[in-house]
Structures are given as C-alpha cells and as structure tokens.
C-alpha cells in the first residue's frame, strides 16, 4: 500500500491506496483542518486511528508521498504557512517506513504531477487555445498562498520543476493595484505577489479600494473574511465585495500571464487550488483570460495558449502518490 498526502496550512488530506501494477485506486480518505493537530505525528496518528477504526490499518505500508506547502531545502519544510516542522526522517520515523521511501514535494509540484493522471472530467476548459505536443506546462494555484511550477519535455515525460513564483514582487498593472500596493507596505517592507493572489488577497483589496465599506467578519478571527466576501458578491448583496472579487480575479489571471511569458507554455496553463473551486463562475465569465492575455505584444500569441482549471480537489495527493509508486520500485 502507498501513503499519499497534501499539508497545506488550512487543512491536509490523506489519502491510503492499493498498488495493482502501474495503477493506484484510493481505499481510504481523511482531511482535518491543520490547526487542529499541534505536530505532523498527532496528524498520522489521528489518521491511523481513523483508518483502522474503518478497517484499513495502516501496516505494511511500501512508501509515502507528500505535497506540502512550503520548499523542500535539505530534506526539510521551508514555509510560513503551514505551523509544523517536518522533515523526511520525521515523517518517516512516525509512519515507521525506509527513509529512501518517504517523499517531500512541494504541494504545487506534487498537483503539477497528477496532470499525466488525470481524466477528461478532471479539467474545466477556459479557454481552447492551439496547444502544441512537447511544448511546456504551466500550474498555477492560489490557497493558503501561491504556488507555481513549470512543466518541461525531458524527452520521455512531463518533469516539473518547482519554484517559489508566489514569492516575486507584486507588480500592479493599474492605478487600483497601485493603490493596493500603497496600502499593504504600510505594513510590510516588501509586498509579494501572493499577499494578493491567495486568500488573504481578498480582504486585502477591499480594505484598500473601499476603506469606508466594513463588515463585521474583518473582526472576527473566527470567520472566513475570502470566503465572506466571495459569498456576498456571488449573491449581489455588496457591491464592493463583487468588485473586490474582480479586482482578484484580474490580479490572478495577470500573474498566470506573467508565468505564461517566463515559460511559454504553448502545452497549456492549468489553474489549480482550493480558491479556483470556489469562484468557477467568476474565472469562467472570461476576466482571467483577459487579464492573462493583455500583455501588450504577446497578447495574441498568449490567446492561443490552451487554460483548463483543475477540478479535481485531490490533485496533489494524486501527484505525491505517482511520485511515491515510482519511488516504491527503486
């Protein structure tokens, strides 16, 4: 059996599964929020709790695989988003398996991985584009915060090549961005890309743009300020929070653009992460593909660009579990 994760900073899935060949099929599938758990082993162990009590014990496991949310740096975790420390001997250690068997991915690489392996439901066509054969990849996802990667014909596959994109400078491209921008390095030095693409990113921009519009959730620790404004817009109930969501939803098809020229991804641009989910009417009304195609010169070559978001909620489990499957025969 393999063991395949995604730790994110909001909450992390596991998923147990049985090999047959080349082929994986899920037997048991658990999330919890990631607060919930004050280390990675109370995680596994609640797991193996649960998976047991469903009759599925977590023995004789082959080897583990896990996208988390942070760089992989000497076999550690480097993050702010995600509260635990991990390392491949930890989890190894806890899951009582061979080091040599145990995987770190970066989340965003793990979900970039799952692309060979997903279904024609899996994917929620943008826009048709021309996608050419061999020609690179690219995987973008907002969440907790943003990840990017890069796929690349080695010749035999699609190999992936993580990166920390979300972590280059914000670069707005109009005067509100601007304004945004101005408003968040009254407090921070340095304004990222993903302190607006990411979940965060949303009351971020309405904090800014509508100062004299507050909402009772800003101040509750409690409540879900993206999710609250992504709601209210959907229902039409406040008209700063509709603009607000557009306002991101620029930012996010902006920064897919910006990948989209470091890469060239004539083989397509697939939109990944738990915020793509949530606002599907929103990224299908065509502001995303306009944001990423408005790039002056390159705007019509970018249009021919293939753009599918993920549908699939489990993608970087999928991704992590490939990669462990492989690992399992070396």
């Given amino acids: 059996m393999i063991l395949a994760g995604d730790l994110g900073g909001t909450k992390c899935t596991l998923i147990l599964y049985d090999v047959d060949g080349q082929q ?23 797991f193996r709790e649960q998976a047991k009590r469903e009759g599925h014990p977590l023995v004789g496991l082959a080897s583990a695989g896990f996208g988390v949310a942070g760089a992989i740096v000497n076999d550690e975790v480097v993050c702010n988003n995600l509260p635990w420390t991990i390392t491949r001997q930890r989890v190894a250690e806890s899951l009582k398996i061979e080091p040599s068997k145990t995987l770190l991915l970066n989340d965003v690489e793990a979900a970039a991985s799952s692309l060979a392996h997903l279904e024609k439901k899996d994917l929620l066509e943008l826009n048709p584009g021309i996608p050419q054969p061999r020609a690179p990849k690219v995987y973008v996802a907002a969440g907790t915060g943003l990840g990017e990667s890069i796929l690349f014909w080695n010749g035999d596959r699609y190999q ?17 961005e601007i304004v945004v921008l101005q408003a968040l390095r009254q407090r921070m030095p340095r304004v990222c890309t993903e302190e607006i693409v990411s979940g965060r990113g949303f009351r971020a921009i309405h904090e800014a743009i509508f100062p004299e519009v507050q909402h009772s959730f800003f101040h509750d620790p409690t409540q879900d300020a993206a999710a609250n404004i992504t709601q209210q817009a959907f229902a039409k109930t406040c008209s ?8 991101w939803t620029e930012a996010y098809g902006s920064e ?33 593909v306009r944001a990423f195609c408005n790039k002056t010169k390159l705007a019509d070559e970018l249009a021919r660009i293939p753009i599918f978001v993920v549908l699939n909620q489990d993608a970087p489990v999928l991704g992590a579990a490939y990669a462990a499957l492989v690992a399992k025969s070396l």
């Fill in 24 to 46: 994986l099929r899920a037997v048991y599938r658990l999330t919890a929020r990631t607060a919930e758990f004050p280390n990675i082993e109370d995680f596994f162990a609640n």
């Fill in 160 to 176: 992936v090549s993580a990166c920390e994109a979300g972590l280059t400078d914000f670069a707005p491209g109009t005067d509100r």
């Fill in 240 to 247: 700063a929070c509709e603009e607000s969501l557009h306002m």
């Fill in 256 to 288: 897919a653009g910006n990948m989209a020229l470091r890469a060239l991804p004539f083989g397509g641009v697939y939109v990944g992460g738990g915020i793509a989910l949530k606002i599907l009417p929103k990224l299908k009304d065509g502001t995303f």
